[in-house]
T-cell receptor, first 113, second 113 residues
Framework: AQSVTQLGSHVSVSEGALVLLRCNYSSSVPPYLFWYVQYPNQGLQLLLK??????LVKGINGFEAEFKKSETSFHLTKPSAHMSDAAEYFC???????????FGTGTRLKVLA | EAGVAQSPRYKIIEKRQSVAFWCNPISGHATLYWYQQILGQGPKLLIQ????????DSQLPKDRFSAERLKGVDSTLKIQPAKLEDSAVYLC???????????FGQGTRLTVV
């Protein structure tokens, strides 16, 4: 069965610092991988996704993630944090060809001035 | 294009009462999902529809939860009777087909007291 593990339920970074949010998955076959962002009282917004092809995926708002099959990881990074990046971030996995997600427990990002 | 619409946004009920949530997917989207997001956890899939047929309801607590999607468009999710542990945000999502990206609504926040 598929599963997703997000290390660190809370992450704090200074404005302008590197953002690194960790995600590891468990799947018997290469899955589709996603990062979503959720602002307070809002729905989920897709940041980026990996389905096939290039393993370094660029998303919206300057975020990117790299699919590393050998490490079963899909960590989310952004070179320079902005105050507006403060939100909750969810990593998700699905079987190839479907968008029936299994989500991680989320990481709340706090950006310090 | 208009996004996924959900109503109400907020609902407070007493335990053992019943409640219903409504979702209007993006026009033309054949696939519709209901997710339950308990505070501090990632969203969990409750049910998936393809047009007006159920594809997956394996995680729907059928003794108290029911969902329907008449005419393959709008959907309602009902809880009867509600329990305290049903307090959560209920997210609706839709996609053009099972093989395409899902888009989320803003959710309905249910508080059971």
């Amino acid at each position: 069965a598929q599963s997703v593990t997000q290390l660190g339920s809370h992450v704090s970074v200074s404005e302008g610092a590197l953002v690194l949010l960790r995600c590891n998955y468990s799947s018997s076959v290469p899955p589709y991988l996603f990062w979503y962002v959720q602002y307070p009282n809002q729905g989920l917004q897709l940041l980026l996704k990996y389905t096939t092809g290039a393993t370094l995926v660029k998303g919206i708002n300057g975020f990117e993630a790299e699919f590393k099959k050998s490490e079963t990881s899909f960590h989310l990074t952004k070179p320079s944090a902005h105050m507006s990046d403060a939100a909750e971030y969810f990593c998700a996995v699905s079987d190839q060809g479907t968008y029936k997600y299994i989500f991680g427990t989320g990481t709340r990002l706090k950006v310090l001035a | 294009e208009a996004g996924v619409a959900q109503s109400p946004r907020y609902k407070i009920i007493e335990k053992r009462q019943s409640v219903a949530f409504w979702c209007n997917p993006i026009s033309g989207h054949a696939t519709l999902y209901w997710y339950q997001q308990i505070l501090g956890q990632g969203p969990k899939l409750l049910i998936q529809f393809q047009n007006n047929g159920v594809v997956d309801d394996s995680q729907l607590p059928k003794d108290r939860f029911s969902a329907e999607r008449l005419k393959g468009v709008d959907s309602t999710l009902k809880i009867q009777p509600a329990k305290l542990e049903d307090s959560a945000v209920y997210l609706c999502a839709s996609s053009a087909w099972t093989e395409t990206e899902a888009f989320f609504g803003q959710g309905t926040r249910l508080t059971v007291v």
